[in-house]
């Protein structure tokens, strides 16, 4: 079993699409939708709400992600409809729909609980930019006049390094280049995420936490740029090793 997810959405066709989108990455991942309304138009359904927490929720609780003002409040209401024991294992994420529910999903599929789910999801909503956006040439709108830029991805300065000693003998470095086309996407991410989740090591690529699809989608890796991998702890190793493997096998897609 694992935490089950509920799409709530206006558009009963958005949620479905959303569904499938999220499946690809969580195929073990029980994921319902209420979208629309009874009559198959545009709005929220309590009772279609109502239907997919049953459904979703198999014993290790689900979490429900809404798109806008009034889903968010009529999944609310359904959560207060629910009994006392059935209410205790649904939550309901302040997150952004797509982000959320696909970060969700993959941490599900990992076996996480729910407050770990619910944690990964809203996460999405707070993750910055691209790490991998590149000087070109232009300065950013948002930036201050004197800064320095942010060290590209796969380029020394990435942020978090520092928590790694490279002299500690428990840590463990590799880096290569990316060769599929496609780079780092979603669909290879959501598979390290999910590969990394497994071992008990603390792992890191280009600065950020491994085990998080959504922090490493903000890296852009693509074709050519270098994944850096630094691991620490009892399945380091490990770790590097399986990295070493994916990347060279152009995470299966060549």
């Keep these: 079993m694992s935490v089950g997810l509920v799409i709530v959405s206006h558009s ?27 009559d198959g138009g545009i709005g929220t359904s309590l009772e279609k709400i109502s239907a997919a927490i049953a459904a979703a929720d198999t014993g290790d609780g689900a979490l429900l992600l809404a798109d806008l003002g009034s889903a968010v409040m009529t999944a609310e209401t359904a959560v207060e409809f629910l009994e006392d024991e059935q209410r205790a294992r649904v939550r309901l994420a302040d997150a ?32 910055p930019g691209r790490a991998g956006t590149r000087d070109t040439g232009t300065q950013d709108s948002g930036a201050q006049p004197g800064t320095e830029p942010t060290a590209a991805a796969g380029e020394p300065g990435d942020a978090g390094d520092d928590d790694f000693d490279p002299d500690d003998a428990g840590v463990h470095t590799g880096s290569w280049e990316l ?76």
């Design 12 to 38: 009963a066709k958005l949620a479905e699409g959303l569904r499938e989108l999220a499946a690809q990455m969580a195929r073990d991942v029980t994921i319902e939708t209420a979208g629309g309304t009874d």
């Design 96 to 127: 952004p729909l797509v982000e959320g529910t696909v970060a969700a999903a993959v941490a599900a599929q990992t076996g996480r609980t729910l407050q770990a789910v619910l944690q990964e999801a809203e996460s999405a909503g707070r993750i």
């Design 179 to 254: 060769i599929n086309p496609a780079g780092l996407h979603a669909r290879p991410a959501a598979a390290v995420a999910q590969a990394m989740s497994d071992l008990d090591a603390e792992v890191r690529i280009n600065g950020v936490d491994a085990k998080s699809m959504m922090m490493l989608m903000t890296l852009g890796l693509g074709q050519g740029q270098t994944l850096t991998v630094t691991a620490r702890g009892p399945d380091a190793a490990r770790a590097v090793e399986m990295m070493a493997l994916e990347v060279r096998n152009g995470f299966g897609e060549i």
